[in-house]
């Protein structure tokens, strides 16, 4: 091909691509043939469920899927798998069985390292055998790379030689990572802007307390022939391991619900006997168990607890104290001068100054115990705030 040729380049035609919607992939009404979704959320809130639940609906429509899992092992994709069936009501005879053979389960740390030394024969092979694709995390694949995914360069050097080629061939890839803590990157892939720039489709998950699930956002969405738009909501319940839309009102949804009561005290709880697992702390804390379960949720996405199996059992360990139910509601009683009588200003008794049992200032207030409040003129949250207040000014 000469120069000449290389330049000239293809007219603009209106009439070349059909101008009808895209089909959805199957199983991922977010998702379009050729496309890569991105799907992004903090850890432990239900994306990896969402996903085989996504792969799940795909076989039993008989499209052919692959897992790509790392965090997620063989045994525990077909437990959950097992779940599904059971929270649907399906049987697990040998009609669902075959159906859902057309999913397979692959091992990331294996299938990631062999494809990059033969991109060609990887991508002949996953685009003859499977409509789609999802690879659950991607920390795990640049673990396995030896590869920095904060650097945009190893990133884009990944997706170049594995992701491109499969959705030049047709195929829907399903990408799931973590997102930073701060408020501001709640909604976006960590490390790497190229992760968002590359991803044809961004989708971001938000927990929902009522019914209990995830809600499911699209974000960028880059071809004007998909079958939906920024914006539009999906529901991923617990109960049902369904995908289902959701109608937007434009209001605040349920899941922006925190119980902060119960977050405080599993906080409180797992500090001072850490280990504790979910039924412990179910116990313990004496509220209903949603409410315990989503507190958990909360407290492991948002960095204050951690979360280790052993054996069968999840044990739980702070990271870092959560008291946000702690922060004053009112402005604080104001300042005076040391030694100025002030009986708005509530005595702190010596128990309960730092250096102390300062855990006690819990169950003085729980337990009823205000006589250096006697009138109850101050709320829990105020007399806590006011307490550490003084404490760092050195007023008590």
């Known amino acids: 091909m000469s120069a000449r040729d290389r330049?000239?380049?293809?007219?603009?035609?209106p009439a070349a691509t059909p101008g009808e919607p895209l089909p959805s992939l199957p199983g991922c009404p977010f998702g379009y043939p050729g496309a890569s979704v991105l799907i992004v959320g903090p850890t432990g809130r239900g994306r990896s469920s969402l996903v085989e639940a996504m792969l799940y609906d795909a076989a039993l429509a008989g499209a052919s899927g692959a897992y790509l899992g790392s965090e997620v092992g063989r045994e525990e994709f077909n437990a959950r798998a097992a779940d599904i069936a059971k929270r649907r009501g399906d049987h697990a005879d040998q009609e669902l069985r075959g159906r859902l053979a057309n999913c397979r389960y692959l091992d990331l740390a294996d299938v990631i390292p062999w494809a990059r030394t033969e991109p060609?024969?990887?991508?002949?092979?996953?685009?003859?055998?499977?409509?789609?694709?999802?690879?659950?995390?991607?920390?795990?694949?640049?673990?396995?790379?030896?590869?920095?995914?904060?650097s945009n360069r190893d990133y884009c050097e990944f997706y170049d030689r594995l992701i491109l080629p499969l959705i030049q061939r047709g195929v829907g890839v399903v990408l799931v990572d973590n997102v930073g803590h701060s408020e501001e990157a709640k909604a976006r892939a960590k490390g790497a802007s190229a992760k968002q720039d590359r991803a044809d489709v961004t989708i971001s998950c938000a927990l929902s307390a009522n019914p209990p699930g995830l809600i499911v956002k699209a974000g960028k969405v880059r071809s004007v022939r998909a079958p939906f738009r920024r914006g539009d909501e999906w529901l991923f319940t617990k109960d049902t391991q369904r995908i289902v839309a959701r109608e937007h009102s434009g209001e605040e949804p349920a899941s922006t619900f925190?119980?902060?009561?119960?977050?405080?005290?599993?906080?409180?709880?797992?500090?001072?006997?850490?280990?504790?697992?979910?039924?412990?702390?179910?116990?313990?804390?004496?509220?209903?168990?949603?409410?315990?379960?989503?507190?958990?949720?909360?407290?492991?996405?948002?960095?204050?607890?951690?979360?280790?199996?052993?054996?069968?059992?999840?044990?739980?360990?702070?990271?870092?104290?959560?008291?946000?139910?702690?922060?004053?509601?009112?402005?604080?009683?104001?300042?005076?001068?040391?030694?100025?009588?002030?009986?708005n200003v509530p005595h702190v008794p010596r128990s309960l100054r730092p250096g102390t049992d300062t855990g006690t200032i819990d169950g003085h207030i729980e337990n009823g115990d205000r006589a250096h409040d006697p009138e109850g003129s101050l709320s829990e949250s105020d007399y806590v705030a006011e307490f550490r207040r003084r404490t760092e000014q050195g007023l008590v």
Do not use: N
Not at 7 to 13: C, L, R, S, W
């Open 7 to 13: 330049i000239a380049g293809e007219p603009m035609d």
């Open 120 to 150: 060609t024969e990887w991508t002949e092979l996953i685009a003859e055998r499977y409509v789609s694709i999802a690879i659950d995390p991607l920390s795990a694949v640049a673990s396995c790379l030896g590869a920095d995914f904060d």
């Open 258 to 343: 925190r119980p902060t009561e119960a977050m405080e005290k599993a906080s409180i709880a797992v500090e001072q006997d850490p280990g504790l697992t979910k039924r412990a702390l179910r116990t313990a804390l004496g509220v209903r168990h949603a409410t315990v379960d989503l507190a958990l949720e909360l407290l492991i996405a948002e960095g204050f607890l951690t979360a280790e199996v052993v054996g069968r059992a999840t044990k739980h360990y702070s990271a870092k104290p959560y008291r946000e139910a702690m922060r004053p509601t009112c402005p604080t009683v104001p300042e005076r001068a040391p030694g100025t009588p002030d009986d």
